[in-house]
């Protein structure tokens, strides 16, 4: 009776490992799930390729404007030099060549003579 078991089982073991074997010999083949075709890039339409460019520049392009705007909000108002160009508000022209003189830019002919010439 133990050897008939035995047999019994053995044969029902085989049977459950030929089975599966059956079912994947039923099963379509994949060998062309991943080919191109219709289903990638929108219908095949290679002109959508563009986008991924145009993305990137514009999210650089946002992220470089952020940070400026973030970085001037930061730092507060300007206190740089002035520049030599811009004159401050109050001074005259006399003013800028008195200063000019003093500081050794110009000699004393060349102080009397621009005076004489701004009518002071």
């Not at 008939?4 to 073991?13: D, Y």
């Not at 022209?93 to 009397?112: H, N, S, T, V």
Request: hydrophobic share 50%; proline share 7%; no cysteine.
């Amino acid at each position: 009776m133990q050897k008939a078991l035995m047999k019994s089982a053995i044969a029902v073991s085989a049977a459950v490992a030929v089975v599966p074997g059956a079912a994947w010999a039923q099963a379509p083949s994949d060998t062309g799930r991943y080919d191109w075709g219709p289903h990638m890039m929108w219908g095949g339409g290679w002109y959508a390729m563009i986008f991924g460019p145009l993305f990137m520049i514009l999210f650089l392009a946002v992220l470089v404007v952020a940070v400026v705007v973030l970085v001037r909000g930061l730092g507060g108002p300007w206190s740089g030099p002035v520049s030599p160009h811009h004159s401050v508000a109050g001074r005259t022209p006399l003013d800028i060549l008195r200063e000019r003189f003093a500081r050794g830019e110009i000699d004393k002919e060349e102080f009397e003579e621009r005076r004489r010439v701004l009518g002071e």
